[in-house]
């Protein structure tokens, strides 16, 4: 079916699809129990997800009121 690579980048474009629809800014704690209630994705690869896709630019975290949010960068809404 999906190769590694196949599936780490579908795995991508699902968070930054996530994130772009919500649109508010999510905890990892609500991102993963949305992904998780829905079954879209294991813990362990989500947040292996959620580390690539800071690193490469697509989503940045914000610290406000003692918690840290993720939000689409300029780069991930141009991606989704």
């Known amino acids: 079916m999906f190769d590694d690579k196949s599936k780490s980048a579908l ?4 968070v930054l699809h996530i994130l772009d629809k ?3 800014p999510l905890t ?3 991102l993963t129990n949305i992904v998780l209630e829905n079954n879209i994705i294991n813990y362990f ?9 800071e690193a490469s630019d697509l989503v940045k975290l ?5 918690k840290t949010t993720y939000q689409l ?3 991930g809404l141009r991606t989704v």
């Open 22 to 24: 919500i649109e508010i």
């Open 11 to 14: 795995n991508k474009l699902i």
């Open 73 to 75: 960068s300029e780069a």
């Open 45 to 53: 690869s989500l947040q292996e997800c959620l580390s690539e896709l």
């Open 62 to 66: 914000e610290e406000s009121q003692e």
């Open 28 to 30: 990892n704690t609500q």
